[in-house]
């Protein structure tokens, strides 16, 4: 069987900290088996376009605390690559003849839900020694208990909340905290469970106004000096919610844009006419994605890492590395494409938020 000489690693998506950590854990084994590394810049898109750099011992030393992606990344979709006239068009033949042109033998994507997509594009397409790695401050991704990434953004999300504790106090306000997480609740539910929030609203469980507003009443009635609302920004009301039943997939799309974006404003103007609490809002953004991993990231990186490198030393390819139970797991590509992992009503923290009286806004 042909020996391993040299591999490509890709960071695809929204970045995140533990990405540097994780291209580390990839890297360090196989140089050491003599096997060289083409880091692939910008995602798919430098696969495209043939834009790489060598990552030798020189170039993978110290990334274990680096924050970002050395090799920079994009959302670039080599099946719908944007061409010069702003449509798309299908470029997976450019990406699959420079893998070849690389002289790669195997090909690391690490990445969110998209990335997975795309890379199984490219296996059913003229890559098939393709290893995945699940990476997202989201922790959406289908087929892992965890992703890299989460424990750094709900830390950072955590550690506002903190401070946001003291300041509501003094001034005996309602703080609304607006945290990434689109498409699921696991950052606001994380960051608002260890933050002690009051009151959080994720995008799987649309929320009644009257709930969050009783919530928030019945705290005054209890002599509470403040209040602090955590905030999926994709969040939305049970009203949005009937709203968007009927709506095609590009009305969707732009009303989610709009409504997210004013989503944390309105509901701060009514919770101040309804609550008569002063009410102020602070947007985190892409701060939970900024700065140095966790030491619990860096080392999910590290094991996520590693394993692929011996994933690839074992010609075992088509998966995703995974974490399930605590153990670090292959698992084939086609069990995890498409899906996304959703907080359900029987999830853990949903009950655990429950006995410590937070409200999810959720209809009696
Ligand atoms: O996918 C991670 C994420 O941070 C989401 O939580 C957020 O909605 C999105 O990326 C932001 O994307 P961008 O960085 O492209 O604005």
């Not at 609302?229 to 095609?248: C, I, P, Q, Y």
């Not at 309804?274 to 809002?281: D, F, L, N, S, Y």
């Not at 490198?309 to 069990?335: S, T």
């Amino acid at each position: 069987m042909a020996k391993i000489r040299r591999i490509g690693i890709l960071t695809s998506g929204g970045d995140c900290p533990g990405l540097n950590a994780a291209i580390r854990g990839v890297a360090k084994p196989l140089l050491e088996e003599g096997v060289q590394i083409i880091g692939i810049q910008d995602g798919f898109r430098g696969l495209v376009e043939n834009r790489t750099m060598q990552l030798g011992p020189r170039e993978t030393s110290g990334l274990l605390v680096e924050g970002g992606t050395i090799l920079g990344t994009s959302r670039f979709k080599p099946h719908k690559y944007p061409d010069r006239n702003g449509g798309f068009e299908d470029r997976t033949k450019d990406a699959v003849e420079n893998y070849h042109k690389m002289r790669l033998d195997a090909l690391v994507c690490i990445g969110g839900g998209g990335t997975h997509k795309n890379a199984f594009q490219l296996y059913q397409n003229g890559i098939p020694h393709i290893v995945t790695l699940p990476k997202t401050i989201d922790n959406d991704v289908f087929g892992t208990d965890v992703t890299f990434g989460y424990d750094t953004g709900m830390s950072i999300a955590c550690d506002a909340i903190d401070r946001l504790h003291t300041t509501a106090s003094s001034h005996h306000r309602c703080m609304l905290v607006d945290v990434m997480g689109h498409n699921t609740g696991w950052l606001a539910m994380g960051a608002g469970i260890a933050g002690g929030a009051d009151v959080i609203l994720i995008p799987e469980f649309p929320f009644s106004l009257d709930r969050v507003v009783d919530a928030l009443i019945e705290r005054e009635r209890r002599n509470k000096r403040f209040s602090i609302v955590v905030v999926a920004e994709g969040a939305h009301s049970l009203e949005e919610a009937d709203l968007r039943k009927d709506m095609d997939k590009k009305d969707l799309k732009d009303r989610d844009r709009a409504y997210c974006d004013s989503l944390s404003h309105d509901l701060a103007r009514i919770i101040e006419d309804r609550v008569k609490i002063e009410t102020r809002i602070t947007t985190l953004g892409h701060l939970q994605r900024g700065g140095i991993p966790t030491a619990r990231d860096r080392v999910l990186a590290s094991r996520m890492g590693t394993l692929a490198a011996d994933q690839i030393l074992r010609r075992e390819f088509g998966v995703m590395v995974a974490e399930r139970n605590n153990l670090i797991v292959p698992v084939p590509l086609d069990e995890v494409v498409g899906k996304k992992k959703y907080i359900t009503p029987d999830n853990g923290l949903v009950r655990t938020a429950s006995r410590l009286g937070v409200s999810l806004g959720r209809p009696r």
